[in-house]
């Protein structure tokens, strides 16, 4: 079974519709992430949580919101999506109590189109 | 402004032979990077790390070197193999700071047989 699990996997929707994306988490890592990868881009860090009452924006948060239900449940939500936020998704965990706090662990990401 | 730069955008070799892919910083306050990779349809996953204290970190065919004078790192792969073709990132961090990961844009390997 796969560590961290993100869903769906493929999403197309339209301008405007609100779009959650999930992520969850087995690893029993406190630190979970949001990233957005754009071709040529690389990825951009959305929003990071490092426990459930910690929510930080990261260099793109515009358009988002986050919601840490649970150690191990990560949400990013679109409140009205547009075409520009057609991207792939990741989510990723770490563990602040290891000697590599640095090392994230991605989920298989979430393929997004707005159209 | 970008703070992880990796200039090439893909690189081709012979199978058998070395892979160099290189990555440069500006943010002098950086102290762990990670080389990560990525194959079509899953997400990264992590390679090699290395702490500024070292210059070299190795781990089977995989090699890091840092020059912070430079602030250059590079990951060495030898022998190359077909398997290895994927697209990869170089990440940095400040450890002991927020420790967000910052990516390159990557760089795609393609080994040929």
């Known amino acids: 079974d796969a560590d961290v699990t993100q869903t769906p996997r493929n999403r197309i929707t339209k301008t405007g519709k609100r779009i959650m994306l999930e992520c969850s988490q087995t690893?029993?890592?406190?630190?979970m992430y949001w990233y957005r990868q754009d071709p040529g881009l690389g990825l951009r860090l959305i929003y990071y949580?490092?426990?459930?009452?910690?929510?930080n924006k990261g260099e793109i948060s515009d358009g988002y919101s986050v919601s840490r239900q649970a150690q191990a449940k990560f949400s990013l939500s679109l409140e009205s999506a547009i075409p520009n936020q057609t991207a792939l998704y990741f989510c990723?965990?770490?563990?602040?109590?290891?000697?590599?706090?640095?090392?994230?662990?991605f989920g298989p990401g979430t393929r997004l189109t707005v159209l | 402004d970008q703070q992880v730069k990796q200039n090439s955008p893909s690189l081709s070799v012979q199978e058998g032979r070395i892979s160099i892919l290189n990555c440069d910083y500006t943010?002098?306050?950086?102290?762990?990077f990670l080389w990560y990779k990525k194959y079509p349809a899953e997400g990264p996953t992590f390679l090699i790390s290395i702490s500024s204290i070292k210059d070299k970190n190795e781990d089977g065919r995989f090699t890091v070197f840092l020059n912070k004078s430079a602030k250059h790192l590079s990951l060495h792969i030898v022998p190359s193999q077909p398997g290895d073709s994927a697209v990869y990132f170089c990440?940095?961090?400040?450890?002991?700071?927020?420790?967000?990961?910052?990516f390159g844009k990557g760089t795609k390997l393609t080994v040929n047989p």
């Open positions: 990440a940095a961090s400040v450890v002991g700071g927020s420790e967000k990961l910052v």
């Open positions: 990723a965990t770490s563990d602040q109590g290891s000697g590599r706090k640095s090392e994230q662990f």
């Open positions: 943010n002098s306050m950086f102290d762990y």
């Open positions: 949580s490092f426990d459930v009452k910690d929510i």
């Open positions: 690893k029993g890592h406190d630190r």
